[in-house]
């Protein structure tokens, strides 16, 4: 069975930093892609980052020079880096294993002064 555990949300202030990580278990996470994704509220959820198996980074036009995607392959575990917040970027961010159709559980991201 496929689980996402996202963790690392909270709120942060303008400029601020956070990393989000995603725990995953239930398939060899070394051999699929995966990519965080957000929604805000009254918003479509939209993709933010995704990092392939050999590690191959896109993002988001909004994210990009703010935003690092990684992976640990021994830790079965993907992160989120992310800098220069800005309230725009509040939002419910999830972890997703496109292969497998699984989503994290979700965790919030709040930037406000």
């Known amino acids: 069975q496929v689980q996402l555990v996202e963790s690392g949300g909270g709120l942060v202030q303008p400029g601020g930093s956070l990393r989000l990580s995603c725990a995953a278990s239930?398939?060899?996470?070394?051999?699929?892609?995966m990519s965080w994704h957000r929604q805000a509220p009254g918003k479509e959820r939209e993709l933010v980052a995704s990092?392939?198996?050999?590690?191959?980074?896109n993002y988001a036009d909004s994210v990009k020079g703010r935003f690092t995607i990684s992976r640990d392959n021994y830790k079965n575990t993907v992160y989120l880096q992310m800098n220069n917040l800005k309230p725009e970027d509040t939002a419910v961010y999830y972890c997703y294993a496109e292969s497998f159709g699984s989503w994290g559980q979700g965790t919030q991201v709040t930037v406000s002064s």
């Open positions: 990092i392939s198996r050999p590690g191959s980074r």
């Open positions: 239930g398939f060899r996470f070394s051999s699929y892609s």
